[in-house]
Structure formats: C-alpha cells, structure tokens
C-alpha cells in the first residue's frame, strides 16, 4: 500500500520543504485536489467571439473543448468521444457546426449533446444518445475572464474571485474604453514544477538581478519606472491564494492621472494618435499602451501580468508549459495595438529581455532544490513588517514574499481536503 506524503509537513507559514517540487506523488496529489476542485482560466471572451467558435485547451492534464453554442452560451467539456475515447477536436482553435470523432463518426453538438452515431442500428436499441453528452464542466465568467471546473459543488466564481474583483476591473482598463482582445500568444516549456512560475510572478525581488539585461536595453526614464524594488509599491494578499502586486502605483488605474506628461517612448505615439483623437483619448490610449503597474495572481494557474496574460499548466512533476497571452484594445487603434505587441515582444517575447532570463533561473531553482534533504525553501522575505488592512488584507512591501504565502495558505487549504464550499457560506 503506497503511503501518501503528507501536506501538512512541507509547508509552514515562511517556509516550504524543497520536495515540493520534485515529489511525484505530491504532484499527482495536486492534478486531483488543485486542478480538479478549484476555478481554471479557460479562455478570455474574445477567444470565442461568435456562435460556433471554440478554442482546445487543458484543465491539468485533462484536454477540454471550450465553445460558443448557437444561443451564445459558453460551454466546456471534455475532449473526450463517449464511445471509445477519443478526442474529437485536434484544432488549436477554429468554428464549426459540431465536433465529430474521427474514429466512428459519433457527431456532437456546440452544447456537447450527441447528435449522431453512424450505423446506430447495430445497438439494437441499447444506445440512448441522450445518455452519452460530451461531459460538461462548471463554467462562469466575470470581466471577459471564463473559468471552468470539474467540481459542480464548488463556492460560486464570484466568491471564489472576491476581493480581486476590483483588481481584474482596473486590469482591463487597458483597453482604453474599447473592450480587451487576446491577439496571439507565445508557447514554452520549462524543465520545471508549476510552483516554481506560480511564485514568479508575485516575486519582484528577483527584477532588478534577473533582467537588468532587460533594464539595460531601455532608456533611463523607462529604467526609473521599472526601478521599483525600493519604492512604495507593495504586495497584497487578497484571499483564496490570489494576490496582487504593485510595483508601479502610479499606473494602477489607467483612467487617472491623465494629465501627466506623457513618457519620451510613447511621443512619437501619441504625435500620430493626435490626428485622429482627441487629447485626453490620446493620453488613454498611451496609457493603456504602456499596461498596468501590477501583476494580480489568480491561483491556481492565471496572471495578470502588467499588460498580458500568463497561463500555466503542469506537464509532469518537473515539467510546465507556460503562455504568453498578448492583449490589446478590441476596436481601438492599430497603431495602439501595434506598440503594445513590440512591447509584449521586447520583454516576454521568444527573443525578448524577460522570459529567457526568467526561464533559466526557474531551470536552476529546479536542479538546485534536487541537492541535499530537509533543506527548507525560504518565503519569509517582507514577514517581519506585514502587516493586516481593515478588510482584513494581509500587506508588505512589494519585494515581500506576501504573495507566494497567500498562494501556499491555498494549497495547503487544497491539499487536505479541507476547500471551503458553497453551503458554509464562505
């Protein structure tokens, strides 16, 4: 009988066993207890503008089928035929009329239901095709983000999301009044556990080290923006292992401070935008372009990332897949759009500043937590003067390790089986 590792003894309040990352069975723990019982990011609203769109993604390790049926309603299911398993969509995205399996025909509607079996006679009646729906997952949706989830039991996305609801509200400002759109994306793999980027993207310690290359290739008032280590910026926890850090207070609501001067690199921008717009809409438009100050955590697999979407999906126990999500204004100008993606492409981009590096320290933390035993990963930076707001919000500084502690109270909560449901009230 396999003896299964026990939660409660890898994770502490400022610490976490360096196991974490490499157990196998901790991690098949974890596609059960994590991926399947809590709200995953599927898609953003403009992946599936029109009836019959879908996009083909993964919850875990499970592929599912997100689509758009022919009353609009979103709906995510496995991409799984009924019959003997096989998937039944292989495009990455596209619009269809139904998805059919190419080994016996079996044909689904957008909904999932089954519409048809080639040669259904030979069931002799014993096949009702209103039993065999493709199977349909929880879906809700807030602000354009869909989420989805094996478990129908679970607390309501609305109080799932809670306190980050005001945090996603002044993320999509970015598009300047016109509506967010994704506008395509960058795919990698990391030789990695999923922890290691979950933690990434609330650690802004590692900024001023890791990407000085980064710094480095930009002018000197864009080096004093990105010089925030030391600043008032601040890591806050906001609840079922959400966070948010801000390292640019300045740009946390995009619709303020309208009147400032407008930055050296976005002049010539805003030179072009003026023949079409208006001052204070040009002002918007170029700070939608320059993204938001902060990176808001969704736990387990979503970030908010400044002015993209970075996605996460545990491959194996030492291996991730991580997405680079583009985003920009849906209706707003061209010229917009296209500053934000050579922005997307300088720093997160195959050949830009940022994920490289990032990616090579990610690869070390791996190697290196595989040396020595009982020795304690540390998350203890900023716990000394955290402290609580009067909504309860536990703060630090934003080199303070706040985030990852919030996302490991989660995991821990996860883990043993303790996730609080709807009928408590939570």
Known sequence: MDILPDPTTLVNEDSADGSIYSN???????????????WIWVAHRSDLPESGNYITTFIGQH????????????????????????????????????????????????????????????????????????????????????????????????????????????????????????????????????????????????????????????????????????????????????????????LVDLDENLEAPIPERFQELADELAKDYPDEQVRRIVRAVGGSGFNLNLFPNLACSMAFFRVLRPLAVMETEIRHIAIGMDGGPELGNEMRLRLHEHFQGPMGFGTPDDSEAWDRVQRGSLAGRDISILLNRGLGHEAQREDGNLFSDVSAETGMRAAYRQWLVDMTGKTVRAENGE
Not at 24 to 37: A, G, V
Not at 75 to 95: D, I, P, Q, S, Y
């Open 24 to 38: 196998p069975d901790l991690f098949d723990m974890e596609m059960d207890r994590i991926f399947m019982h809590n």
């Open 63 to 250: 592929p599912v089928i997100v689509s758009r049926d022919r009353k609009g309603e979103v709906h995510v299911m496995l991409n799984r035929c009924r019959h003997r398993g096989a998937t039944v969509c292989e495009h990455k995205k596209g619009k269809a009329a139904s998805f059919v399996c190419p080994y016996h025909g079996w044909a689904y509607g957008l909904d999932g239901a089954l519409r048809g079996v080639p040669f259904q006679e030979g069931y002799t009646g014993q096949l009702d095709k209103s039993n065999y729906p493709l199977i349909s997952l929880r879906v809700e949706e807030y602000n354009g983000l869909i989420f989805a989830s094996f478990d129908h039991d679970i607390m309501s996305l609305d109080a799932w999301l809670g306190r980050t609801k005001p945090w996603i509200d002044l993320f999509m400002k970015q598009g300047a009044g016109w509506p967010i759109k994704t506008m395509g994306e960058h795919k990698f793999t990391f030789p990695g556990n999923w922890k290691i980027q979950l933690e990434n993207t609330t650690d802004a310690y590692h900024f001023p080290i890791v990407h000085k290359s980064f710094l480095d290739s930009v002018d000197s008032e864009t080096q004093n923006t990105f010089d925030f280590v030391e600043g008032n910026g601040y890591v806050e926890d906001l609840g079922h292992g959400h966070s948010v850090m801000v390292m640019i207070p300045d």
